[in-house]
């Protein structure tokens, strides 16, 4: 282990890793710094299958997947440190500083560049403003998934999800197979949160039912959680009174949305997109501030760590080529248009090379024959049509940026859908 390094990584999830392995391609030094114990990221607790069919063809668990490029770290003998913490960091005279602990102490590493791969952590009852007791048995989907898939534990019997994110269905066919009984989720927007595939596999399959607009307002019970009360609740999200009713169940599981775990952007300075909430960035997904590089889910919440790799990816190797050979950049803003709710990335530099752009969208409502457009001076650099868009499905576009001037616009047009 070194004072200083080329590229500095934060975390060891699958964006860090795909970072590491390009920056070293690249000819950077590189260092990962992972808090746990263990490379893989949040992927390590996620054991069923479905991971890398774009990248791999192929559907691994996520343990596997992460082996991949966990594995290639080791071949190509790039520095990890485990179990280590940022306790502080700076970056000053076009360098950062971080200074470090774990079990053998503290110490301060300098780079030249640095990749934040910290990924992004999930809400909780306190950030949905759920009322009533505060009894066990109200877990987050992920920390349920934990406790389950790593630790061998079983922490509930009758389950209520309240959430129709991803992790909320993969736990609801999870805690199933291991015996449980899922009462039901419930989402309180009037579409469902997560992919198609994974209401047909983990909920239709096992016949468990999804509650559209509806919420949970209230927890009841003393040591343990023994009912919650549900709501319906109108076009605003806004519980109506009157619909009240109780369910019996042990346990709460929340699946209400994935923050991008932002701290360390925020102590260096790094400005952050009111919309995504991970820094803004470039094509080469640098941040404003020089040098300062994003990728995986503390960039934006990604629906497939296929794109968090890809991310990962380009970070890794834009972070090395800055490193070791400078830059001077332009900067052009891309407009978010009608239709588009999110954007990734905001910037582009006028003087990269890199001119095959991937774009992450999401749009605001969900449309039927829709038309992704992208437009720069009057002109359309892009143009991609498809049969039908929701919100909880990202869109990536690939698009070439050599022609555009100044300014982009991105907007999304089609059909309403209600
Ligand atoms: C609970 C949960 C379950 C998920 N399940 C699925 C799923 O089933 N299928 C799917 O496709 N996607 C799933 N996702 C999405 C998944 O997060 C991404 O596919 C992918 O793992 C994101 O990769 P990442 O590298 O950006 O972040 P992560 O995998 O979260 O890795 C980030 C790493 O950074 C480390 N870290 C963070 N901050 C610091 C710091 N300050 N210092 C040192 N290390 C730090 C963390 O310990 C972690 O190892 C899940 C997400 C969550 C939160």
Known sequence: MNDTYDVLIIGGGPAGLAAAIAAHAGGAQVLIVEREAQLGGILKQCVHDGFGLERYGEALAGPEYAARDAETVRALGIDV???????????????????????Q??????????????????????????????????????????????????PARRVVILGSGDIGLIMARRLTLEGAEVV???????????????????????????????TVTRTLGR???????????????????????LVECDTLLLSVGLIPENELAERLGVPLSPVTHGPIVDQSLQSEVDGIF?????????????YVSEQGMR?????????????????????MGSGVASCAPQLIDLEADVHEVSFYLRS???????????????????????AAVRPAEAIRMTVDVSGMGDDVWVSIAGEQRS
């Open 223 to 245: 040591d343990r959680l023994e009912a919650v009360e549900i709501c319906d609740v109108d076009e605003h999200m806004r519980p109506i009174a009157g619909t009240e009713r």
């Open 105 to 154: 102490g503290v110490w301060r590493v300098t780079a030249k560049a640095l990749v934040l791969a910290t990924g992004c952590r999930e809400r909780t009852a306190r950030q949905v403003l759920i009322h009533g007791d505060r009894p066990a048995g109200v877990f987050t989907a992920g920390c349920a998934q934990n406790l389950v898939n790593l630790q061998g534990m079983q």
């Open 184 to 214: 039901g989720v419930y989402e309180a927007k009037s579409q469902p949160s997560g992919l198609p595939r994974n209401i047909a596999q983990c909920l239709n399959d096992f016949g468990i039912p999804l509650f559209l607009s509806t």
């Open 294 to 306: 994003a990728a995986g889910n503390c960039l934006l919440v990604n629906d497939l760590v296929d």
């Open 315 to 335: 970070a890794g190797a834009e972070a090395a080529r800055v490193a070791l050979r400078g830059q001077h950049r332009t900067l052009a803003q891309v407009r």
């Open 81 to 103: 440190s485990v179990g280590t913490f940022v306790l502080d960091a700076q970056r000053s005279d076009g360098r950062c500083t971080l200074t470090l602990t774990n079990a």
């Open 364 to 386: 605001d409502a969900a449309y039927r024959k829709a038309e992704v457009l992208f437009v720069s001076e009057g002109e359309v650099l892009q143009k991609r049509r498809l």
